[in-house]
């Protein structure tokens, strides 16, 4: 089993910043791949972010790219979603997600999930 817990959301202007981290309990945090993904009100869950075991390998949604960086510390069993030049649009319930595979831009790939943390932008 592996505990996943988000923090840093909140409320922020349109253009700015914010750093969403996850902790990881549990099961050794470096054989898994992790992804960030988010779910607005009214719409499915989507992809986000995602990053391998050794953090080498990265993939973003094209909506994100050049604007979100996601990052890992495997001392600190933590992953990382800096979120930069931030849009109304990017509103939503972002969760952390671990998969024993591969980094994958599929929810139904990953094992265990975060409860969430709330971003909102205002315009």
Do not use: H
Request: aromatic share 10%; proline share 2%; glycine share 10%.
């Amino acid at each position: 089993q592996v505990q996943l817990v988000e923090s840093g959301g909140g409320l922020v202007q349109a253009g700015g910043s914010l750093r969403l981290s996850c902790a990881a309990s549990g099961r050794t945090f470096s054989s898994y791949a992790m992804g960030w993904f988010r779910q607005a009100p009214g719409k499915e869950r989507e992809f986000v972010a995602a990053i391998s075991l050794s953090g080498i390998v990265t993939n973003y949604a094209d909506s994100v790219k050049g604007r979100f960086t996601v990052s890992r510390d495997n001392r600190k069993n933590t992953v990382y979603l800096q979120m930069n030049s931030l849009k109304p649009e990017d509103t939503a319930v972002y969760y952390c997600a671990a998969s024993s595979g591969v980094p994958n831009l599929t929810a139904r790939k990953y094992d265990y999930w975060g409860q969430g943390t709330q971003v909102t932008v205002s315009s």
